[in-house]
């Protein structure tokens, strides 16, 4: 029998190296444990359960099956990692010292992974009742004797399990941020073509049918952004610990006790009664990488590599198939872990932080039921029709209204027309497109195939010089949109004052607003500026558009949702005027830039969001919090109107002026 010692020295990135090595050690610790429960036990006076022989023997009889020995090899390599980082370590031997001389060691039949004892917090002598304290060592904290984990460093391989990472500059606050703290289990690897997994931490409470037993539904979990239940071919996968021949057959092992199959596969054994629908997790969508692209995510810290037992994750998944809230996102089973592999310190610094209000917004908006509701979608009121009656003549009333009403908004939605976004307490924009939140958008382009708008209120971190005489002077340089207009100028000039309007410098963008905001060329306002009619700050110069094609969601569909509000003539001048006294963006006035767009987006409202004010919750969860208050974030006294100025904030930093840690 050969027997592999390995000295306090080795690295454990040495040893995951020689895997051929390991391969040899893994295949011969069934028989070595086999050897020591029958041969010695009478040298060694140690009590095993009665079960453990039979678990013992079945190791030895599975010796050969490839499932098995892969997650004996993960707990014999626990153990190595176990002793490498024990700082009390001395010596090459897997067990202690009292172990070894006769102290007793008692095994927990719930131990899947044989290796519980290591974990135990104290040993008891066969001689005396001292206790003796098992030093652990830094990156393994397990809730019992039968669960473990370590930090594996960057190796990836199937059953392994990546956290999200949290100390990178860039996190998934503002973009995906369903990976936010997600916990994902590696169904797949290959390096060099695709890395598959399914995220473990995201429950819901939607439901779905079962075309094949009838009344039956199955609980949906949240897998990944790929192939999900809204994609045309959803990649569903069925998790779970199922021990029957029937359910293996129709299973791949994932790591020993976890498999996963087909939803077809997962109806068919409810039907054949070899299984309940309880008995599995179904996750629609999964988590994909191309070649090393994981690897070099590991390597900007946007994930952390996990190693763990099957009974931990099994237990997180029941633990939060009852009674978790879809709202709290999964974070304590993603703070569970992290504490396992020693980054308990990490994971403390940044809870209840801006990523965490996002993704249980997120969560909030994508894992709980969808309901009918009458008050429609975001910024929508209730239809003043309903109640008043039924019948032919109330429908042909109600679309007569909407008909004259749809008429209104695309006359008043013309080229030159200024909009102002949504005043809802839950911004449309607070999970995407930030930028958009609390904007003024001109539009500046109407026809029957798109509208093409500017966003006016983002300075950038450049200026446009422009020519007074013989001097210059520099003009902020705005963020418009992320694409141009083919055949156009890159920049746009603005301006919206009489004096210039009377002088003749620019033109209107439309008949409907000649009185309104006017388009210019550079020169035309050098020449204004030179002839002491104009001030530098009279204009804006933007740059890029949005767009908004009329076949896939048109801005006038946004306007009648809600998203966005045509501003009133009367309010345009001095939303503008306003926005005239921002800078050209840096870190030293970024705030104050961030308070002016806010003071133009109220000035362009109606009278009551001028003089709103914020009510303020107590700070903590005490008095005042309310779980069922729709203004703040789940379990949190986080305002969500607040939340979205943050993410505001956020983008801004992030992407005008390339510091997101200002946020």
């Not at 089973?333 to 801006?354: C, D, H, P, Q, Y």
């Not at 209120?457 to 418009?480: D, Q, S």
């Not at 005027?577 to 987006?601: G, K, V």
Request: with cysteine.
């Amino acid at each position: 029998m050969n027997i592999i010692l390995l000295k306090p020295s080795h690295t454990l990135a040495a040893v995951a190296a020689t895997m051929a090595l390991y391969a040899m050690a893994a295949h011969h610790y069934c028989r070595t444990v086999m050897a020591f429960s029958s041969s010695s036990l009478t040298h060694h006076n140690v009590r095993v359960n009665p079960l453990m022989t039979n678990r013992v023997t079945r190791y030895a009889k599975s010796n050969d099956d490839e499932d098995e020995g892969d997650d004996d090899w993960r707990a014999f390599r626990a153990k190595l990692v176990m002793s490498e980082n024990s700082p009390s370590s001395s010596s090459t031997s897997l067990i202690s010292d009292e172990e070894s001389t006769g102290g007793d060691v008692v095994v927990d039949d719930s131990d899947l992974d044989g290796i519980g004892a290591l974990f135990s917090d104290t040993t008891t002598s066969s001689t005396d009742n001292t206790k003796s304290k098992f030093t652990l060592p830094d990156g393994f904290t397990p809730l019992d004797s039968s669960q473990w984990a370590y930090d594996s460093g960057k190796v990836i391989e199937k059953g392994a399990v990546i956290l999200g990472g949290v100390e990178q500059d860039f996190g998934f606050g503002l973009r995906q941020q369903y990976f936010h703290k997600a916990v994902i289990l590696v169904l797949e690897h290959d390096e060099n073509t695709f890395t598959k997994g399914i995220i473990l931490n995201r429950p819901s409470d939607q439901m779905m049918d079962d075309d094949v037993n009838d009344g039956v539904k199955w609980r949906v979990w949240f897998g990944g952004d790929v192939q999900g239940l809204d994609s045309l071919l959803p990649d569903i996968v069925c998790l779970h610990s199922l021990k029957s021949e029937a359910a293996k057959d129709a299973s791949v092992t994932v790591v020993k006790g976890i498999q996963w199959t087909s939803f077809s596969n997962a109806k068919q054994l409810v039907k054949r009664g070899v299984a309940s629908v309880e008995d599995f997790w179904l996750f629609a969508g999964y988590a994909g990488w191309g070649p090393r692209q994981l690897s070099g995510e590991l390597d900007r810290k946007s994930w952390y590599m996990c190693a763990t037992d099957s009974q931990t994750l099994l237990k997180e998944l029941a633990r939060q198939s009852y009674g978790i809230d879809p709202r709290d996102a999964g974070l304590e089973t993603w703070e569970l872990l992290m504490n396992m592999i020693g980054r308990g310190t990490t994971a403390e610094a940044v809870k209840s932080n801006f990523d965490d209000m996002m993704l249980k917004e997120w969560s909030r908006g994508n894992l709980l039921m969808k309901g009918g509701s009458e008050y429609g979608e975001i910024g929508m009121t209730r239809n003043p029709l309903k109640g008043l009656g039924s019948g032919e003549e109330i429908g042909n009333v109600d679309r007569l209204m909407k008909s004259a009403q749809d008429l209104v908004l695309e006359d008043k939605l013309s080229a030159g027309a200024l909009l102002r976004a949504s005043s809802a307490e839950r911004s449309p924009f607070l999970l995407q497109k930030q930028e958009f939140h609390k904007s003024l958008v001109l539009v500046i382009l109407e026809d029957d195939k798109a509208t093409v708008g500017l966003m006016l209120n983002h300075p950038a971190t450049k200026g446009c010089e422009v020519r007074i005489g013989t001097e210059t002077t520099t003009i902020p340089l705005r963020y418009g949109g992320d694409y141009a207009v083919k055949g156009a100028s890159p920049l746009m000039w603005l301006h919206c004052s009489k004096k210039l309007r009377d002088a003749g410098v620019g033109v209107a963008f439309s008949e409907n607003h000649k009185d309104g905001i006017y388009k210019c060329s550079q020169d035309q306002a050098s020449q204004a500026l030179t002839a002491g009619i104009a001030h530098p700050k009279d204009f804006l110069a933007v740059s890029g558009v949005c767009v908004w094609p009329k076949l896939g969601g048109s801005l006038l569909s946004e306007v009648k949702r809600g998203v966005f509000d045509i501003i009133p003539k009367d309010r345009v001048e001095g939303a503008f005027t306003t926005l005239q006294e921002q800078e050209m963006l840096s870190a030293t006035n970024l705030s104050r830039n961030l308070e002016l767009t806010n003071l133009a987006w109220e000035r362009a409202g109606a009278e009551d969001t001028q003089t709103q004010t914020k009510n303020t919750l107590t700070l903590g969860i005490g008095e005042g919090f309310d779980e069922d208050d729709d203004t703040v974030v789940f379990n949190s006294d986080k305002k969500v109107s607040d939340l979205a100025d943050d993410a505001l904030r956020k983008w801004v930093a992030t992407f005008l002026l390339g510091a997101p840690t200002l946020a």
